[in-house]
């Protein structure tokens, strides 16, 4: 039977017990001893990214490694503009710039062009455009071989004298003779773009060695460009050089996988105008700082390269548009490697202005505007006839809330594209389109006047609404001055016996020749200043005053004032002078009851991204005036009358909504045709919307009223 194994087996000897357990403990001490060097090392290397000071060298594995600070500004989001309906007309985008870092950009020629050409392969497969440079040669495809010197009008002479100091630089003189590829061929040699054992030149006769590029030759000579570009343009850390003015998103991450050294993506806000071509003359633009403006911003801390509002909204509303910019700290070792970025201030987003205006009418009382001056020349060339309106040529169509003072639109013609701002061409421009005619434009009102003479007549009981004037034809009131109505000198005859409801149907001038003089220019010139006439409306842009046809204006001017004044004041000639926001805040006042209201194009300010902005609808009180019921009732009448069996007719014939009106045909002594002037409201018992439309040249009112049924047919679905 055979033996257990288990009795074959020896107990061990206590010598080799203790020997075991000393090779165990030296194998702890051993691993607890690496464990400590890599933690030693990683503990270095988290202190390193994370805590590193400035100016700081550490030692790595025999390597000393210096890491450096510095402080980069992030720009805060500018505040977008929108209408009164929240949609974007203004706003913020941002673009991704590619940039080449002069301090950890490769010093070696052969890492430098194999790094731009890594770029350049990455940007050619996105489609993104690489930035033009400065080089005076260009490239032609047919056959890769066409190279040519740009024509010296097309480079600027800082160009041209940089190039010639560099073609001296590398050894090439007689700049006149030079041929294109003879440039490029030292260029390519200067650059190492050549294989080292090639020595012969480029495009050789057939019986000489052609050198042969790294790359292909399109290829070669774009790096060639940028070469150049970086040489002899400022290319230092304070100044990268932009090698794409825009990238799609999607190429950092290949770009940031190639692990390229001094290379970097940073992010521009630009302003985007969501309707280009619209709006332009309240919009406004952004630039730099302006050199008058210098201290004014720098008081306010903004930095020297900071890009402000300079007109339109965007000037206004600055305080409110800007936003705070951040400052990021960056920590990165020689070789430009980033190993922290910390933000030290958050960038604050600019607050967004939403503007009273409706942006799809503001499109369509642009367009109906110069649809109107369009139809006023085609008619007046038709008929053969001089000062009809074959001159008119710009105007202006103002579309005001009368209940609050906002602007629901404001065009001026001709009008401009902020999107292709190219001031030079445009201040030369004779029809001027860059004044915005709707607040700066000054035009003698017409007949549009007269329903505010009216009302100053019956409020200070000179008339009553049924006071009847028996009406002449010619006003002999005055010896040395007797002027005649329109119809007189038209057909010889009078309006006869009316009151003030038919006069302001038939824009008698008779009839107001004899009211205003009864009235007396004091009360006069005073009832009109309570409605706005002759002062700012207090609308956020640039506005004219306008002038009030009145003694305290000719005294002014060291002019004497007489009673022909006086009648010409009354029928909205005389020194009158007003813009069209003006007439339109001068007649709300009439149409709302008394009330003048501030007009303006602001709604209100949100925070950034406030989904649900509150705003006031009550617009700010300027003047109340105390309209007696009867004086308001007659106007409204009279003005219902003009659009229904007055001069307003042909506008507003059959029309599905009630509609007041009063045109104005006002005399330009330049002898050209006469200013048209119109002015209509609607609803009649509710009014929701007023325009004021003025049409230089424009011949007749009438013809005016045409842009504004455009407009109320846009608001009111017709």
Known sequence: MPKDTASKKQKSSPARMKTRKEGVIRYVILALLFLSVIGFYTVRLISLQLTVPEGTTVTIDGEKIAVTRRYVSVKARRGSILD?????????????????????????????????????????????????????????????????????????????????????????????????????????????????????????????????????????????????????????????????????????????????RGVNFCVQTEREYCYPGYASHILGRTGAIQASKVDYYSALGYPLDAVVGIDGIEGAMEEAL??????????????????RQTMIKEAVPGKDVYLTIDIELQIKAEHALADNITYIVESALSSGEEQ?????NAGALVVIDPDNGAILASASYPTFDLTAYDYTALSSDPLLPLYNRALMGTYAPGS????????????NGIIEPDTKIDTKGVYTYYDDYQPRCW????????????????????????????????????????????????????VELPEAA????????????????????????????GYNAYTPMQIAVYLSTLVNGGTRYQAHYVRGIAEHDNPKPRFSSVGTVLEKIALDEDTYDTLIDAMREVAENGSATRVFRGYGVSVGAKTGTAEVGDGGSPNAVFAGFAPLNNPQLLAVSIIENGASGTSAGLCVRDVFDAWFGK
């Open 84 to 260: 009164t309906n929240g949609t974007p007309l203004v706003q913020d985008i941002l673009r991704y710039q590619l940039e080449l870092d002069a301090a950890s950009f490769p010093r070696d020629d052969a890492a430098a062009n194999e790094l731009l050409y890594t770029l350049l392969t990455l940007l050619d497969a996105g489609g993104d455009e690489v930035r033009a440079t400065s080089l005076p040669i260009t490239w032609g495809y047919a056959d890769d071989r066409y190279l040519y010197f740009l024509k010296p009008e097309t480079v600027t002479s800082a160009a041209r004298a940089r190039f010639e100091t560099y073609l001296t630089t590398i050894g090439l003189d007689g700049a006149e003779s030079l041929k294109a590829k003879d440039v490029l061929d030292a260029m390519y040699s200067r650059y190492h773009l050549y294989e080292e054992e090639e020595t012969e030149v480029i495009d050789a006769a057939p019986d000489q060695t052609e050198k042969t590029l790294l790359y292909d030759s399109h290829m070669a000579y774009r790096i060639a460009c940028i070469r150049y570009d970086l040489e002899v343009l400022t290319f230092d850390t304070a100044n990268p050089y932009r090698l794409a003015d825009e990238v799609d998103l999607s190429l950092i991450t290949p770009v940031k996988e190639q692990n390229l």
């Open 322 to 339: 800007r936003g705070i910019d951040g400052t990021m700290l960056i920590e990165e070792d020689a070789q430009g490697n980033i190993l």
């Open 388 to 392: 009809n309106g074959e001159d008119a």
């Open 448 to 459: 549009v006047f007269k329903v505010g003479v009216a009302a100053a007549a019956m409020e």
């Open 487 to 538: 119809l007189f000198t038209r057909t010889g005859l009078s309006h006869g016996p009316i009151n003030v409801i038919d006069a302001l149907r038939d824009s008698c001038n008779y009839f107001f020749f004899d009211v205003g003089r009864q009235l007396g220019i004091s009360k006069l010139s005073a009832f009109m200043s309570s409605l706005g006439l002759g002062q700012k409306t207090g």
């Open 546 to 573: 306008g002038i009030l046809s009145a003694p305290a204006y000719t005294d002014s001017r060291g002019l004497p004032w007489v009673g022909a004044d006086t009648l010409q004041t009354s029928i909205g000639q």
